[in-house]
Antibody, heavy 119, light 108 residues
């Protein structure tokens, strides 16, 4: 089955670090970009950035650049989204989604990881 | 950054009737537009890309049209399972790719 499987919900305190994951299966992982999309519960969708597992090239939304880091471990077909200093405003559901290289629409989505940041 | 504006915010339609959702871009995006459906507690699902190409397995009652800055998603005969929030997204210019704020479709 073609799918993206995301890691489980996280509860963190402000200032803490976090890395969440997204494992692709059922398709050739390096042939697609991996994207991360944020959704504050009850609100809309925001694109954070994308990673090309083949050449490691990464693009970030200006709104998120410098605050999150996207990476990939090709050996385990897994992408990561990482924070080094969480803020309460980072509380949201984070989806990974794949896109065909060169295209910006997302044809396969993970089920999402809920991140809660609270003191 | 290209801003996407969807209307209306909420659409209430009777089963079997037509639902028409609009999406406007702040600048021309050609046909680099996608539509997604999101049901409560679920991830978004791709419906349409290239403004008018249906995703694999999508029922024919869903259709997309438009180019430039004005786009439409039409559900020709609304079914109960179509109750959801629908988002448009431009992928013409990046970063960032941007989404509209969503249209909630309710069954009357």
């Amino acid at each position: 089955e073609v799918q993206l499987v995301q890691s489980g919900a996280e509860v963190k305190k402000p200032g803490e670090s976090l890395r969440i994951s997204c494992k692709g299966s059922g398709y050739t992982f390096i042939n697609y970009w991996i994207n991360w999309v944020r959704q504050v519960p009850g609100k809309g969708l925001e694109w954070l950035g994308r990673y090309d597992p083949n050449d490691s090239y990464t693009n970030y939304s200006p709104s998120f650049e410098g605050h999150v880091t996207i990476s990939v471990d090709k050996s385990i077909n897994t992408a990561f989204l990482q924070w080094s200093g969480l803020k309460a405003s980072d509380s949201a559901i984070y989806y990974c989604a794949r896109s065909l290289k060169g295209f910006g629409y997302f044809d396969l989505w993970g089920r999402g990881t809920l991140v809660t940041v609270s003191s | 950054e290209k801003v996407m504006t969807q209307s209306p915010a909420t659409l209430s339609v009777s089963p079997g009737e037509r639902a028409t959702l609009s999406c406007r871009a702040s600048q021309s995006i050609g046909t680099n537009l996608a539509w997604y459906q999101q049901k409560p507690g679920q991830a978004p699902r791709l419906l349409i890309y290239g403004a008018s190409t249906r995703a694999t397995g999508l029922p024919a009652r869903f259709s997309g049209s438009g180019s430039g800055a004005e786009f439409t998603l039409t559900i020709s005969s609304l079914q109960s399972e179509d109750s959801a929030v629908y988002y448009c997204q431009q992928y013409d210019d990046w970063p960032p790719w941007t989404f509209g704020q969503g249209t909630r479709v309710e069954i009357k």
